[in-house]
């Protein structure tokens, strides 16, 4: 299952960033999905408790935000949004392959005891 290994990734990120803070748990842990990062948020809540089982973050709690894709216009110099990945600027209608953000899953931050 894709979802638990990015969860086990989250996981050893979370546990080396509390321990870096000599934290004796993890309260909350907070994550940023972009809409084209092909994870699926239902997958990523039922993967949480089975990465965190046995360690300091098992039993915190998991809160998810979305990013909204955006693509960068060479012609405009201006991003639009681009949720199904990158196409045509809706002002100049160039086509743009520079993905500015959205892809990716990463740890926003934690709150530890
Ligand atoms: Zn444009």
Redesign the pocket.
Known sequence: MHELSLMEAVRDQALAAAHAEGAIRITVISLRVGELAGVEVEALRFAFPVAMAGTIAAGAELRIESEAAECH????D?P?PAPHGCCD??????I?RQLLCGRHLRLLSLEVV
């Open positions: 216009c060479p012609n405009c201006a639009f600027c809706p002002r100049c209608g160039a743009s």
